[in-house]
């Protein structure tokens, strides 16, 4: 694979993944062919940061958790109220992480 196409691949998407994974990841992109990588250049990810403001303004209805997929704890955080604000705060703190986690996942999963 080209080395320019993956530093600007890295470059522009090193948001969506854990820092402690980016390496990890570079290697593994850099084995792969060229049609291969082009199918994984236009997958779209989550952003990170509006994950978190999503949570911050509507996270106590759950809508943050249904955007990432959970859908049990988004029931859970809607008819709660967030477990009373609890888990609403909570998620102020992991939202960002657990979306970059997602996002690794789901670019693991097509490598």
């Known amino acids: 694979m080209d ?4 530093d600007m691949f890295m470059m522009s998407n090193s948001k969506f993944f854990p820092e402690e ?6 290697e593994k992109l850099a084995a792969m062919d060229d049609s291969r ?8 990810f989550k952003d990170p940061t509006t994950m978190l403001l999503v949570s911050v303004f509507l996270g106590s209805l759950g809508i943050d958790r249904f955007m990432l997929g959970d859908t049990a704890m988004g029931i859970l955080k809607l008819l709660t109220v967030g ?5 609403t705060i909570v998620d102020w703190f992991i939202i960002s992480n657990r979306t970059k986690e997602l996002n690794f996942m789901k670019i693991m999963s097509l490598i």
Do not use: H, P, Q, R
């Open 3 to 6: 080395a320019n196409k993956l």
């Open 21 to 26: 994974k980016l390496m990890f990841l570079k």
């Open 37 to 44: 990588f082009s199918t994984i250049s236009m997958v779209e």
């Open 83 to 87: 477990l009373c604000g609890i888990l």
